[in-house]
């Protein structure tokens, strides 16, 4: 369907210029029909997720010293390690992960400034030159007989004209295609804020297995001294002729296992170290962490009401942005049901000669409408708007199993802190009177009253205590990071968008 087109020029009208007046109506009644039409397809309700009324595993639980970063301090300051909040600033700037997230937002912020592009005119200016002659080739070409045909003179056609058309949003698809945009550009923030916090815990995880590694060392290098000390005993005691030389066999064997795995601990350390370069962007070969001790404290963030999980999780938060986007599609596929409208106009010049081109008496213009729908796809639009409602459909499934693994995330890591802290008290008991225990069977052993595998079976007792209670203190601590990384890490939904989110602080960095 074509609507009518009224078209002027030099030859079809007086010499006296006229004012392009249906140009400008057409426009005033387009923007009235504009105003007062409606976006197709559904508007955006947040579905329901299955939210708890309580945390579980928080139940009865009081951790000894829950507390939160400072104000205006980032999350990670509740560890108290000043090299632990310098790495972390690093992420900001140098993670390689990081910049691409950043990058695929501006491309999303990108396309919603291409979809507002849709709500305007395109205007063109194009001028054209050209010389024509005809209509034979000469004499050359004529049979015997016959007269020549006239030969005509070349003539010259210039043009200079301004182009304009205008796609009318009658039914609402560049609007929806426009919220689909931005939802989906929050989503790629949220996609951000959660690709930092991720790299943030995963920084802090391995700073502090790297700590507990450092400990872990000088736990060996104590027992391979002691051990040592225990093996000179035993020559001491083998040349006196008070113990047996499978005595001193079995205390340098001892040693030497004890020294295979103060080697090996090198090598977990290394490859901590290594990840931690990658993440705040350096070369492995070019980055060095001195040995140093963590501070035994284990912060417990306090937990808040389970429903404000969902505004402070950025996964959470993506996922409902894609629905809002999913939901716009739908919209977008129901708009291909109905005709569109579009509006062209053309003012300009045409003229044989340059000197004279611009003047009233070769102006020329036109303006009309064109309005065009489908009249037979053989279902094709119908299976569209179906697919668009599956998608939708996916959309609200995957955000209510984000919410439910959340919450998940959440319950695991109360539980693990909950019992280790139970645990590690048991275990630092275990750990005294093992120590008790070897050096109350040395004493005995020197006094010649026990055989020396009883001073074996002590000190093998005593260092497998110490390493569990190391691998529990490195359990709840990474378990901690773990919770506030569960909790959100501070982040809250309503910094989408705006000048203090994630994605404009990152892209305000060089």
Known sequence: MTMRQRTASP??????????????????????????????????????????????????????????????????????????????????????????????????????????AGFFPVIAVAATGSRSGGPGAGAANVGAGAAAAPQSRPKNQFELAGTGSWDIDIWGKIRRTLEADVANARASEADLAAARLSAQATLASDYIELRLTDEQQQLLDATVEAYRRSLQITENQYKVGVAA????????????????????????????????????????????????????????????????????????????????????????????????????????????????????????????????????????????????????????????QTVLAAFAQVEDQLATLRILESQVRVQEQTVKDANLALQLTLNQYKAGTVAYTAVITAQTTALADAQTLLAIRQNRLVASVNLIEALGGGWDASSLGTRTGTAAELSARP
Request: glycine letters at 8%; charged letters at 20%.
């Open 245 to 400: 030389r499978t005595d001193v066999i079995t205390a340098a064997t001892q040693l030497e296992g004890a020294e295979s795995q103060q080697i090996a601990v090198g090598v977990t350390r290394a490859t901590l170290e290594h990840a931690i370069a990658v993440l705040i962007g350096k070369p492995p070969g070019d980055f060095t962490l001195a040995p140093a001790k963590l501070g035994t404290l284990v912060p417990v963030v306090p937990l808040g009401v389970p429903s404000a999980l969902l505004e402070r999780r950025p996964d959470i938060a993506g996922a409902e942005r894609r629905m809002a986007a999913a939901n716009a599609e739908v919209g977008i596929a129901i708009a291909a049901y109905f005709p569109d409208l579009t509006l062209s106009g053309s003012f300009g010049y045409a003229s044989s000669v340059t000197s004279h081109l611009v003047q009233a008496p070769n102006n020329v213009w036109s303006f009309g409408g064109n309005a065009a729908d489908t009249l037979l796809d053989f279902g094709l639009r119908p299976a569209q708007v179906r697919q668009a409602r599956a998608a939708y459909d996916a959309a609200v499934a995957t955000y209510r």
């Open 11 to 116: 030859a079809s009208r007086p010499a006296r210029l006229r004012s392009p007046a249906p140009l400008a109506a057409g426009a005033a009644g387009c923007l009235l029909l504009l105003a007062a039409a409606c976006a197709v397809g559904p508007n955006y309700h947040r579905p329901s997720a299955p939210v708890p009324q309580r945390f579980k595993e928080a139940e009865g639980w009081k951790p000894a010293e829950p507390r939160e970063a400072a104000s205006g301090s980032d999350w990670w300051s509740v560890y108290g390690d000043g090299t632990l909040d310098e790495l972390e600033k690093q992420i900001d700037v140098s993670n390689q992960t990081l910049k691409a997230s950043e990058a695929a937002w501006r491309e999303s912020v990108a396309l919603i400034s291409e979809a507002r």
